[in-house]
């Protein structure tokens, strides 16, 4: 655990994150950081990502903008915006850091001039560690997944970070894997590089995937 006195770095942040921990406050005024690395840890198969026919109707409908580190801050803000939220001013800094540095990204859904929904993380080697994501429309969160699963395939990654595995996560093909094989997996995918600057239609790079009822 980190103290509100020990000042963290962002090369700190991501060496702790090629160790495969991450870190969480209790609270948004909680100012401690604990180190978390989950005995089950949850990760997307880039090759299993479940769009619904519903979610592929609005896709083809196409009556939305994807667009990448537009509003970095802007959808971290809105992760955070919730009555329970890990993301505290600490966390909130260094994740700006990382990005400035970037090692962070945010993939952004907007409609209407607005920031309908998004999701961010950190990239290291080929791997994406996914901190945290919102939606403030229908779809939003998950037009933001597909979009970012279809980059992440046509960039080279090998491993989406979830964290932890929820229910909504599960019904997009997120699993769960033992602490002991995300770190052979983390391991793996550090090794090389992977492009995050790659944008891909999400019915073209995910034709493969099931198409969920």
């Not at 962002?10 to 406050?25: S, V």
């Not at 990204?105 to 994406?128: D, K, P």
């Not at 996914?130 to 279809?150: I, N, P, Q, R």
Request: proline content about 3%; aromatic content about 10%; overall charge neutral.
């Amino acid at each position: 655990m980190a103290g509100a006195s020990v000042r963290l770095t962002a090369q700190l942040l991501l060496r702790a994150y090629a160790m495969g921990i991450f870190p969480m406050a209790e609270s948004r005024d909680d100012p401690d950081i604990h180190w978390v690395d989950p005995r089950l840890r949850g990760i997307f198969p880039l090759d299993g990502f479940h769009i619904s026919r519903s979610l592929a109707r609005r896709i083809r409908r196409g009556d939305y903008q994807a667009k990448v580190d537009t509003d970095f801050a802007g959808v971290v803000s809105a992760c955070a915006a919730r009555e329970e939220t890990w993301i505290n001013d600490e966390i909130f800094r260094l994740y700006l850091d990382l990005h400035r540095m970037g090692h962070a990204h945010s993939q952004e859904i907007w409609h209407g001039g607005r920031l309908i929904g998004g999701v961010y993380g950190v990239v290291l080697g080929r791997a994406f560690f996914g901190e945290s994501m919102f939606s403030a429309a229908t779809d939003g969160s998950k037009l933001a997944l597909a979009h970012l699963v279809a980059r992440l395939q046509a960039g080279g990654f090998q491993l989406f970070d979830t964290q932890f595995l929820t229910p909504h996560l599960a019904s997009l093909g997120a699993i769960e894997i033992p602490r002991a094989e995300y770190h052979r997996r983390l391991a793996e995918a550090l090794t090389g590089k992977a492009r995050f600057d790659l944008e891909a239609d999400p019915l073209s790079s995910l034709a493969h995937a099931q198409l969920a009822s």
